[in-house]
């Protein structure tokens, strides 16, 4: 794989780089270590996803604000947007039929995709970059050596870019909106919210998806 530079909740970390001359089995070790770091570390563990998994709609609310140790929802609108968001994230990659290490991974990639604007302060087209460019590595490859390290096949991913589209893109300026202003701005502005939404919709053009969802395919297929 490629040396490359991935985003990670805890920074920026570079993608090492294989020794010259390293044996194939070497060269393969480090290729699995790189792509392990894709998406990671987890937003949640495997038991959390399980726990979940067992409950309803409120049951869902519930676990998620303990997880996130949300504790003013009724008072802090941030930590009520964010709620939902995750709560949302997590109740379609059910009805996806989606397995733990799905479940896993497209949580990290929600989580991250907010890290990215909040930290970074990534804007919407370095996100949407951002993105093609991690489907790219955690959807199906042609390639029979990158076979086990298959996540999502190109229905499902496609499907989550589409997701992403109406959970978050769409909504950008509201995400940065609700990341960048003091607190009295937001609950000053909390009328104006809707506005402020679809204005960053008439930002999002449509081409630029499905441009996205082309390149991941055709990287998918370059591995061939």
Not at 112 to 138: C, F, P, Q, Y
Request: aromatic share 10%; net charge negative.
């Amino acid at each position: 794989m490629a040396a490359s530079v991935g985003t990670t909740p805890g920074g920026t970390t570079p993608a090492a780089m294989t020794p010259v001359g390293a044996s194939p089995e070497l060269e393969k070790d480090v290729d699995f270590q790189e792509h392990e770091k894709i998406l990671s570390p987890d937003f949640l563990s495997v038991d959390q996803i399980t726990e979940m998994l067992a409950e309803d709609v409120d049951g869902v609310q519930q676990k998620l604000e303990k997880f996130l140790n949300f504790k003013n929802l009724q008072t802090c609108l941030k930590e009520a947007i964010l709620l939902d968001y995750y709560v949302s994230g997590f109740l379609w990659a059910r009805g996806m039929d989606f397995s733990i290490i799905q479940y896993s991974k497209f949580m990290t990639l929600l989580d991250m995709l907010l890290h990215n604007l909040r930290t970074l302060r990534m804007s919407l087209e370095d996100s949407l970059k951002w993105l093609g460019e991690v489907m790219a590595e955690i959807g199906p490859s042609h390639s029979q050596k990158n076979e086990a390290w298959n996540i999502f096949d190109v229905k499902q991913a496609n499907a989550i870019i589409d997701y992403l589209k109406v959970s978050l893109f769409q909504h950008y300026k509201l995400y940065e909106f609700l990341f960048y202003s003091p607190r009295e701005e937001i609950v000053i502005g909390t009328e104006n919210m809707k506005e402020v939404a679809s204005g960053a919709a008439t930002f999002l053009d449509h081409e630029v998806i499905l441009g996205m969802k082309d390149r991941t395919e055709e990287q998918q297929d370059g591995r061939s």
